[in-house]
Structure formats: C-alpha cells, structure tokens
C-alpha cells in the first residue's frame, strides 16, 4: 500500500514545532507525559489506522451494513478495528486516569482520530460516537450511571450514540416532541422516534447506549423543557450484564451517499414495550449538555473532514507523481516519453491547492484541540479564559471550512485522476462521497454561520471576536519583519474583516433577519482569514526552521510550507474581497425574493 | 411525481423569447417547420423523458449493469427508453430528411435533448452516443458506409460508441497505439485495447456500432497519424443483417461514482481473432473527423450538466416550499408553528443561486445550438462565418462551466434538503454523483482552458475572440437605457476580460507554458462574463414582457429573470476580480511549484 494517510512530517511539525504539544507536559494534568509517550500513542494509532482500519475501509463501503431479519450485519472487520481502537485505550483517551482514560492532551488524542478518519472514517465513527456519549455521562452524569455505563463504553463492550434529530424536526432542535414520562421510581418511559442516529443500530457489541433528547410531560415549550437521558438497548442489570429490550426498534436504516460503512438508523422508542431512559443531570438542562459534546462532536466533523482530504490529496499525489502522459507546451516531438503528469501546470495548481487546504484544515482542528486543552488546563484564569473565547470562535469555522474546502480539494484530487477518480476501482471517489456529509451533520453550514455572525462575534460584548483579532494581529507582527508580503496580507484582511463586522454589528441592531442573510458569505471571509493566520504561523516556523540549515529533505519540506502559505494568501485569501464588498452592502437580493420569483 | 424536470415556461421563454426559434422556419432547410411542429416534437420529448426515462432513473443507478458469464446485464427498462427515444425520431432529429431525419434545429434537437437528460441522463447517453457516432458516418463516411450503418442506428437497431481513449494515453490522443493493418480487401485489422468506452458493450441491440482510432501501420507519429474506423461488434452482410463476432471483447466494465446506468468498457479489439475496421474518410485524418464530433458532444456535456442541475433545483425548490422547520429570527414563541423553509434567507440564496446557474446554464446551451445552426444555415456567408467563431469561443465554456457551476448548484440543492439530500432515498445526491463526471469526459476542464487560451482565443489573429466581444458589448449597449446598472456592469467586465487577455496574449509569445499556466483562472474568468451577458439578454426580454402588462403568473415569471439577473451580477459575476488580478500578474505560485515541496 502507498503510504497516503496523513504525512507524518507533517503532523510532528504541526505538534511540536508549530503548537508546542511538548509544553503541555509542565502541566500538572500531563506530567506523566513526554514527547515519549505521545509519540506511542501516535504510532499505535498509526498502526491501528493502517492494520485495522485502512485494509476494509472500501469493502464498509461497497458491502455497506444492512438489515437481515430485522439485524443489521456489518462486515467483521468492523467489530475487530473498533475492538483495536478500543483495547488501545482510545475511547477514553483524553479522560481522567482515575475513570480508565489516559489522560491525553486533546491535541494528541485529536492527532491520534486524525491517523483513524483519514484511513476509516466509517468505522472509527463507532469508537468515536461512543467517546462523546461517554463524555456526556463523565460530565453530567450521577456516579449510578458513570459506574455502570462508562466502564464498558470505554473499553468497547458497549457503543454509544446521539440521538437528538427527529424526523419532523431536522435542525431545529427547540421543535423535539419526544416523550419522558416519569415511572415514579426516578426513571422514565420514553416513546418517540429519531432519525439518522450514525451507529443507531448493530451487532458489533452486545449493548447500545443511546444518549437521547426528551421532552419530560408538562415541561416549558422550546429549547429549555428539554432533557437528556440514557437509553440502552438492552437494559443493564446492576452487574453490569446486559439483560432483556428495552424496546429500542429498528424502523430501517439509511441509505446514503457515502460513509456508507456507519450505519444511520430511525429508531422508535417504546413503541412495542416499555423504554426506560435515565435521566442524565437535571431535567430541561438537555440542550446546554449536548451543546457542550456539540462543540466536541464539530470540531471532529472538521477533523474527519480534514483527514478523508489529506488522504485524497495524499493519493493525488502518489498518483501525479507516477502517471506518464502528455508533454509540456513547446515540446512538438510525439516521440518523446510522456511526461509525470505533476509536471503540468495545471496538475501542480491543483496539488497546490489541496496542500493549502488540507495543512491549513489540520492546523486549524489541532489549534482548535489545543485550545480545549487550553481551556482547561492553562494555569491562569485569564489564560483559560481567553482559550475559551477563542474557541467558541474558531469552532462553527473548524466545523465547517474543512468540510467545504476539503470538498473542493477532494474534488481536484479527483481531477487529477480524471476517469480513475471517478472509479469505484480507485480511491479518492469514496472520500469525494464520504466528506459531502460533513457540511450537512452536525449543524449545517447555514447553522453555523448564524452561530459565527448571530452569537459568537456577538458574546460578551465582542470579547470573543475581539480575542481572535488580537491574536492573529499577533501573528501579523512577529512576521512583519521577515515575511513581510503576508503579514502586510493578513493584517489587511483582519482590517477588512473589522469593517465588515463592525457595518454587520450595527444593522444587527436595527434589522437582525436582514443583516444575518448573509451570513454564509460572513463565515467564508472569516475562515479564510484565519486559514491564512493559520498559514503564516506555520509560514514564520519553517521560514526559522530554513535558517537553522537543516537536511536537504528538511529544506525542502519547510520551502514546501512557505510555497503552500504563500499560495494560501494568493489565490485563496483575495477571494474575500467580492464577499466583503456584499456584506457591507448589506446586498439583499437574495433576501427580498419572493417566493413566486422561483 | 412532482414536476420536477426542466421548467417548461422557462425552455419556451428561451426558445421563442431570448433565442426566437420561429425565425429558423424562414430558412430553406426549416421551411417544413413551424412554432406549431417544434412544440410538437417537445412534447413528445417530455413524454418520453415523464413516461419513458424518468420512471426508471434510480433503478438503473441502484440496480446498475452489471457482467454476467461474459455478458452485460442491463435492467428492461432502458431498451424500451431507448426504443421509444428512436421510434420517436430523436437518434436522426437533426439529420436530413433524406437520411431518415426531422430536421430540425440543432436548437430544437437540444431542448429535446434536455428533456431527456433531465429525466434520466445515463439511459438517454446510449441514443445519443448513437446519434454522434451516425453524425460521423452522414459526415465523413462513405455512401457504402451510409447505406449499411445509417438506418439501423437512426432506427435503434444499432447502438453507436466513440472508442478514443486507452489505458495509457488518457486525454493524450497523440498517444493513441491500437493499430490498423491493411487487409488486403481494403478493410483492416484492428488490434489494440480501448477503455472508459460508455455504451462500449451491453445487450440492447443485436449490433453495436464503435466509431474508432487507430493509428494505420506505417503512419506518421502523433496526431497526424490517426485514422478513424467504423468497427462493429458483429459483422454485417450486405443484406444488412448481423452475423459473426468481429472479436470486439469485453475486457470488463468500470464502476463510476454515478452515471452508473451507462456502462462504461474495456474492449479488446481483436485478440482472440480477426477484428475488422472500416476505414471512414480518408486515412491519418481521424483526430480532425473526430473533433468535429467532439465539438457537439462538448455542448451535449455542458447539456447533461444543465439539465441535472436543473432538476435537483426544481426538486429542491418543491422541498423547500414544502418542508416545514423551524422559525424566522426575531420570532422566540416555540409554540408558533414552523415556516416553510423557503422563508429561511439562507435558503432562499441557495434556491436563487441554483436558479442563476441552470437557467444561465441552459440559455449558454441553447445559445451554442443557435449558433451550430447559423454556422450551418444562415442567410450569408459574413453569419455563418461569424456564428462558427462565436461558437468556437462558447464551445470550451459551455463544456464546462454547467459543469462547474452546476455541480455547485447541486451541492446547494443537497444542503436544502439537508440529511435527506445525502439520501439515496431522495434524488439529489444520485444527481451530485452523476453531474460531477462532467468535468472529466470529454475533455477535463483542463483540457478545456487550454483550448479556450491557448486555440480558441489566439485564432485567426484573435477574431473569434473579438466576434464574442463585440456581440456582448451590443447586448450591453442595448441594455444601457433600461438596465443600466446591469449594462454598466457588463462593459466593465468585458474590459477586465480585454486587459487580462491582452496581457495574456502578449505574455505567450515569450513564455507560452507560463502563460498557459493559470487557463483555468481565464475560463472562470470568460465563463462568468458570457453568462453575464446571457442573463443580461434574459433580463431585457424580461423587463419588456413586463412592460406589455403580462397576465399576473407571467409577471411572476418575468420578475424572477430580473431577480436571477441581478444576483448572477452582484454574486458571481464579482468574483472574477481576484482571477483577473491574479491572471494579469500571470501568478506562478503554482507554476514555479518544485516536485519536491509536495
């Protein structure tokens, strides 16, 4: 097998050079690790990926889980690679030690996912599904349910799942009709029906623990009668063994376009029988608890999106670099060999843009890990704080500019490869199929974009947005001196960004539905501004990095990420001018449509 | 079914309105024709694409061809659709009478097209992958060669293919190494390996009928060296009958992303016996015979693109008028009930976008079958000579940019109708997959900007460039008292295109592979200038239709083209600013790119 996962290079220098993850072993959480053990982890997810993970990610693809009597069967190769992710510890990786995890940075635990989705992200989706159920039982969960639910979870005997989205209800979450009635012993009976539940049905593993959205009877109306509650498939007896049904159905599964190897189900709860859910922390809060695995479960849409275009780009290359045809303009001789088709122009154009993108799209969801590192565990306060800030900022971009630009470099990948990229005999048609999914689940684009103009550049009085300006402004002048063109570049378009925002802001205040309809564009200008951000911190190290006089091969990996930045700011970052122009403009074409004009 | 196809107000609107199709009855070789006559043969064109094509669409992608003991196994259905699209006259719509055709309009012929391609694309390819095979035979074959192979195609007893492409030469047809051997009889043998052949086998048709190249023994290197063949699948007797093998073996099928219903080969051509090949004109000059057809089925792909983007928009704006979620900004009562998701502005610039794409798409399209028809059979010599720059201009845009803009525009249906557009269960991701193998065959994009830049522009000193030129600025011209903004706009981007090409030009004759480098960025570039001008042309019909007093519905219609005009200029045609300046600086980021810093 070529070697077309992630570039290791890449991601050591992203680690250690670029976001200094060595650091985070002076903090008391992580004294017990060391570029040693991290390291290992690395390499164990590496092999994971490229033993377990990698050899059947096309046969979950072509041979896609289906319903048998009323089971879903699965290939087996699934169940063995979710036992490996398990058994090496990842489910739990970033826990607490005391709760079985390892006590991993995000940033690491975040790099590990990155070798799994850019080999399988089909089947790691049920290791990591389980992870951020988990998540949702380790922080708000009362000891009965972390002791009886967290153990098997983290070592892979049951997976787990989120069940928010019903099928007349989509994206607007306050609309949830699911029905808690209490059975007056502290539980409750729960009756409704959820769709696209990713990992809602199977028999990899004996249990399924369905973290789920309910209305409890005569709770408030909208977003805050909402509650969260465990819902096994099978109930759990006090010793831990999985017992009789809880009356979780299987109405069908669905059938989509790519990422066929997870199974996304419609689930009918106590239709047949009684359902029993367990409430998780305390009734209406539902909504401010997933919100809080939300952010997780979106930077890891990012991530995979991320991955499955590294990939893509990665095979891309492989591929430019041994295919012989055609010769460059001016050579008229049809006797001479074709040429490697990475010397067209057009070809290295194309592996260029998918550089930018998908090292920018790793920086960009590793900042975002380390980040919640940060929030957690920098020593001061006002650096937590400020971690937090950045975060809600940075998170709907991670979210969704690696899963749109990732489709654009998925995209060229298949250009490259003309009809082969088009053929389920190769590789890349899947990832093309596979990422589209990343712009719809977990919050559209359309979402997120009302969550970067609408709430976060409105939080605390701007404190967010403002956080990510100083920031990057930061960056703009410890690069003023050496990389001069895109500093001057960036601190342009952080200005352009501050009109745009301010002139936004304002019509916010006077006409919000007017002023929010373009925030799509909004989203677009401030991605592109960070990625460039992104870009030019990586630009300083390698630019430090040259001067140092490393190794030829590390030479010419450092010119590599001088050569990518520079593009970056070229060709993608001068996109934002026209959406500016729009914004400020407050242009409402769209907007003022009626509906008879379609 | 929902009416989902092309939108029949819109076709008649371009045909009659924008393109007035009635005035090609003034000209001999349409005398026989009237508005009466060409709504007739559309009308049969949508019943056969309602009844006949549309029907079976997803079948043939889920249900897909497949090789059984050595044979192609294809569901019924697409026997029947082809046989109804043949019996209906469409294989021969715009051959001469003489032939067994209607002739009609290429303009007419394509809107028909469009019906089909709307409804089912992969079904339709076999009758008109037979209908440009047969186009080469009426045009460069013999009498002999005309009297057999004709009729039986015309009828649908026959099925055609193009057999260009090999394993190794790909886009490069210089490369082309299957060889013809002089029979003796003055037929040839033919041996070699053909691949990505769509239609290239399969059991509709007693005979399938492959319009080759070949490179004839002893024949010059390159392209000069390539001769064309007619090479049946079964010889035929002079009684007209199909008899023995011709040795064309099935070598297997591909599996495409989507256009799964259209079987794509590998052929060996005589391995395990004798395979002969007709000789179609004269020898070594089978690359220009091809191009002649290549031209067409360049339009027919940006054709196929239209109409897919065409009927994922319709079939979007039907679940977006319908589907109900959530609720406007400003609105914080839970209990109110959710709006149509049409009132969402997010929504509403997904739909316009869609709208500005497909009925640009389908004007740019139509507006190419115009002008194949004035080359042909315009009053004077001075129109036919300046129909056939213009279209040698449009010809590598319309290849493309429904390609493009399309795929795009089916990303945005996909996102309307969120989880359930990745859906196999709904239509849209079927049309996401099919559309995006449009910016492949038939000439990548790449291949196709390089032929607007490096051919099309430079040719007989730059005039079909300025026949393009000088006809917008008339459009623009005529627009400026009514549509000023529009006008003004346009002119404005005409001159940019004027500045960048100059530069351009000027900069190939001293560095033609650095100039040639950023062709992509220049048909973006030409692309969104010549829809501009077709939307401006669009909206002028509009806005005098207005003026008459339209009934209200018409009015309706009308307000929409003005609608769609003013976002394709305000939202599209503004994004050249950052291509033209990167064009005019011919950029070389790229192009200076080392193979090492990948």
Redesign the interface.
Known sequence: MADTLINPRDLAFLLYEVLDAEALCGRPRFADHSRETFDAVLDTARGIAEEHLHPHWKKNDSDEPRVEHGKVVIIPEVKAAVQAIAEAGFIAGTKDADVGGMQLPHLIGGASLAWFDSANVATTSYAMLTAGAADLIVKFGSDALRAKYLPPMFEGRFLGTMAL?EP?????L??VRTKAVPAGDGTYHITGTK??ISGGDHELTENIIHLLLARIEGAP???KGISLFVVPKRLVGDDGASGASNHVALGGI?????WRGTTSALLNFGEHGPCTGYLVGEANKGLAYMFHMMNDARISVGRSATAMAYTAYRYS?EYA?TR???????EKD??KP?VAI?E??????M???Q?ATVEGALHLVLECARLVDDQETAPTDAERTRAGLLLEMLTPIAKTWPSIAG?ESI?NA??IL??Y?????YDV?QL??AN??N???EG???IQ??DLL?RKVMMEKGAAYQALVETMLATAADAEPTLPELATSLRAAIGELGTTTTTLVRAMMAE???A?????AYLDCASRTVVAWLWLRQALVAQRAIATGPSEAER?FY??KL??A??FY??EL??N??EH??LRAI?D???S??????
Chains 1, 2 share one sequence.
Not at 168 to 172: C, K, N, W
Not at 324 to 330: D, E, I, N, T, W
Not at 516 to 520: G, I
Request: aromatic residues 8%.
């Open positions: 989205t007349d209800a989509g994206s607007s306050s609309d769709i696209w109306q909208g977003v669905i059938h989509k376009m790519g290359l670099r012989k045809q055609g010769r460059l303009p001016g049809p006797l074709p990475i067209h122009a057009d070809i290295r154009r592996l260029l843009l550089k489709q995209s298949m250009q003309g009809g990229g088009y053929a389920r005999e048609e093309y199929r589209r999914l712009q719809i689940h559209t684009n359309g974009s009302l609408g919000p539905a007017r929010l309809a373009n925030a799509n010419h010119e590599g050569r990518a520079q593009y070229r060709w001068v996109k001018a026209p122009t729009l242009e074409t769209p907007f449509a009626k509906d008879w004009e379609f």
